[in-house]
DNA sequence: GCCCGTTATGCTCAAGGCTAGAATAACGCA
DNA sequence: TGCGTTATTCTAGCCTTGAGCATAACGGGC
């Protein structure tokens, strides 16, 4: 008799607070441990006109928050994503980003904002490379390269880790969340890797990920092989394959705010244009330099002055700005574009 | 009874040949019209492992092709997709882009190459804008235009228009395939609107669209709206709404090629620069600057020389290059840039 | 009231990249 | 040999980007 197919719906809704990034979870998660999990739910064919749709009903079932931007990223299909038995019905993830302002929060569900860091460390350089990288992702990475046979699988392993995490020549790429953490997975430096174990044979190629020529190579290493894990694998574990999913987001997330004016959905209606820099550098996990961020935002026409100011800022007054809606109708990729991080290299 | 849920895998697989885009078709459709379908079928739980190993056999099987890069694009999910009746089974559709080289032809097969550019023939401008665009879309879509109601309705259709096919102070942007197929849907311009006819209400957004403040309104106006339709709607349909997956296809490809040495992909082991700019110009559907590509392609260490000549170009005989594979090692981007069109303008 | 630290904002300069061509080299063919 | 065609090399000019310097405007000590 063939399995049934269910498909579920997952959001990583992610919002600015402070200087912060963070994206609401949802306890106790799909049941396996009790890590913290992204808002999800099935598709129910005869309620959700859309896959859209049905996640909207579903955030606002299990948060009670109403989405506005949501796009979707992936899909996932593996047959061992959660380790269903067999004769259980395989499930199908639909994974979405949606953006929502900081303010909404959840009340009475049992929903959390979280940092999205916890769960991406090496992914905030905002004070230059974190300890974590230096100290204990990068040794293990070498010794995860060390632990290949010593030929073109080994050269291949480290050409992989340079380009990633942008050791010797390749700069450190924003965008590679997902690539990064894929590394991890595979190397065994993430709790999910040792949860998932020896069932986790085979994944389906996801997004972003780089390398044309590997495509065909389908099968994956199984875990570990050697290299020695941190005490529980670096940065927090989200339940089922939602750090995947939340890797996803983060790189679209870093990948848009290039061409599309995304952050202004995380804004308040007016804003100062640090405010505006620093919940892009809080995203993009990086630092700017001010002027030349001011001058390629007033230069794009994004925003537009309201002649008011902000006083507490802490020194001169601060005039306060609103998104242009315009631009959208007038440029044909109007984002803030990010340009290189001065080199402040801590 | 809940209805049940069937999961199709849609291929859309890309070759250049002489100085074409082509994609692969399968004759006769899932069953609503005669037009020329992408490959595809349904996931079997049972049989494959991950979506991509399924689309792969589905392939083999309906086309005798081995796939190489294969990438996920979307999925599509709306419950109108497919004018599925009450009680059967609702389906989501994940779709693909596949690249394979040009000579791999089906045998035995009722598969076809057939020119991308018969679907989306507005898309090609590498011989300036062309005439159907001039003649014939963009009369089209002032009469949508003007059928709205005179005030923000009307401007907005106005700036979608001109956002989205590149006129007044915005350009050409190649990368919108996608906004271009949905505005022409909408607007009734297409074979598809009015075969979908009254039964497709709303539609999720889907991938690349713009605007991000527009991501509430779900709902799309039902069709023609006054517009003057081309006879037949412009361009050649395809099947059930594998239209719109080409246009998903085509503008990540060109988005892609940018900052992914794809075009490899599609190019035979050695090649000569100016086969390797028509293949990228016949993607983007532009015309490009030789001396800038060549400089770009080369400054950028993509390829390397064989030091064997192509004695058949007409001329000088051209040096025949190779691709660098170990570029996607070096540097975290390696793509063929494109730089603005020269101002050739037809 | 004046000095200081802090943040906002404006302006400048140099390096590097891109656009558009000019100029030159190497072929096939008449 | 001259012409048309394509390959390859170089250049001049413009614009963007990266990095600072300088000045303005505020709050808080003193």
Redesign the pocket.
């Known amino acids: 008799m063939p399995r049934h197919v269910t498909v579920g719906l997952h959001a990583t809704i992610v919002a600015v607070t402070g200087a912060e990034p963070r994206v609401l979870t949802v306890s106790g998660g799909g049941g396996d441990d009790g890590a913290p999990a992204l808002p999800f739910g099935p598709l129910d064919p005869d309620r959700h006109r859309t896959l859209e749709l049905g996640l909207r009903a579903w955030v606002r079932e299990q948060t009670g928050m109403e989405l506005a931007h949501v796009e979707q990223l992936y899909t996932f299909g593996d047959r061992d994503r959660v380790g269903t038995g067999d004769g259980e019905a395989r499930v199908i993830a639909v994974a979405y980003l949606a953006l929502v302002r900081e303010r909404q929060v959840a009340a009475g569900h049992p929903a959390a904002w979280e940092a999205v860091y916890r769960f991406l460390p090496w992914e905030d350089r905002r004070a230059g490379e974190p300890a974590l990288l230096r100290d204990g992702i990068r040794p293990a990475l070498d010794a995860w390269i060390e632990a290949a046979p010593a030929g073109d699988a080994r050269r291949e392993r480290r050409g992989r880790a340079d380009i990633t995490f942008g050791a010797g020549a390749a700069p450190w790429d924003a965008e590679r969340v997902l690539d990064r953490y894929e590394l991890l997975y595979e190397a065994g430096l993430v709790a999910e890797a040792r949860r998932d174990g020896s069932t986790a044979a085979a994944r389906d190629r996801t997004p972003g990920a780089g390398a044309s020529g590997r495509s065909a190579r389908l099968q994956r290493e199984p875990a570990a092989e050697g290299a020695a894990p941190g005490p529980a694998g670096f940065g927090a574990p989200l339940a089922l394959d939602h750090r995947r999913i939340l890797a996803t987001a983060l790189g679209r997330l870093r990948g848009k705010l290039k061409y599309r004016p995304l952050v202004f959905e995380l804004l308040p209606e007016t804003f100062?244009?640090?405010h505006l820099q620093r919940t892009v550098e809080t995203l993009a996990g990086v630092r700017l330099?001010?002027?030349?961020f001011?001058?390629?935002v007033?230069?794009g026409a994004l925003v537009e002055g309201t002649g008011r100011?902000e006083?507490a800022?802490?020194?001169?007054?601060?005039?306060l700005f609103r998104f242009r809606r315009a631009v959208q109708h007038e440029r044909p990729a109007p984002g803030v574009?990010l340009?290189?991080?001065?080199?402040s290299g801590s």
């Open positions: 100062t244009l640090l330099h001010k002027q030349n001011r001058r390629l007033e230069r100011f006083p800022t802490g020194g001169r007054p601060a005039e574009g340009p290189g991080l001065p080199s």
